[in-house]
């Protein structure tokens, strides 16, 4: 079959179905990962660490599929418009993404086979923050789906939260071990969960700046703390954020 361009969007509708796909995966582990933690539960854990194989296989075969699409309109002579190139390599740069935050999931999971206390609780807000990340990640996925740039900057907005509520966590660890109700070995497990909680919403936010470049054309970058839209130019566009 030739690849002209409607056939072109055909095959990328398709690919980003199965990314989205992908992305249930990803939010579904990130959950069992972050439930495998507080019910201190070795089994749910490793069946995490078991659909990271799943999702690492699932990346290579969107990748070799990406490659393939590119490769077929170029022999074809397929006039492509930006758009669709666009689209095409947001999905490759999603799909990397995606397999980041399930790396960072199976990581969280695979602590709790060693985690030093099986009985202290963590600290409440600990919940609060894996419950955000979980949030991000669907409106990430569903903005990603729906190719909607308002709930991509949404998920932008999002992480400061996350990150305010890793600072809380820390210093309300480093209380709890001067007065003896934390030991040291469970606030360096404490850190490592939500370091790659942090890291799951970073994962994320790159996404939706990828979302937002599809859609818009526009480049979205962090400075001085603040979220800045540059149009293709390289300058800030008249909100500035």
Known sequence: MTTTPEVFAEKLAGLRARLSAQGGDVRAMAEGAFESVYARDADGAAEVVRMDD???E???AIERSAVELLAAATRDGAALSDQQLRGVLTCVKVNNELERIADAASAVAESVVGLSDRTTPFPKTTRVMTNSVL???SDTVECFGTLDAGKA????ASEG??????SLILRDAEERVADGRMSVDLAFDLHEITSQAVLMADHCTNIAE??????????VRHREGAWVE???GGRPG????
């Open 230 to 232: 540059l149009p293709m």
């Open 210 to 219: 990828q979302v937002i470049f599809e859609a818009t054309g526009t480049v």
């Open 161 to 166: 939260a996350v990150l305010s509520f890793s």
């Open 58 to 60: 699932a990346d290579l």
């Open 135 to 137: 949030g991000i990640i």
């Open 238 to 241: 008249p909100n500035g954020s």
């Open 54 to 56: 799943r999702v690492d």
């Open 153 to 156: 900057k949404v998920v932008l």
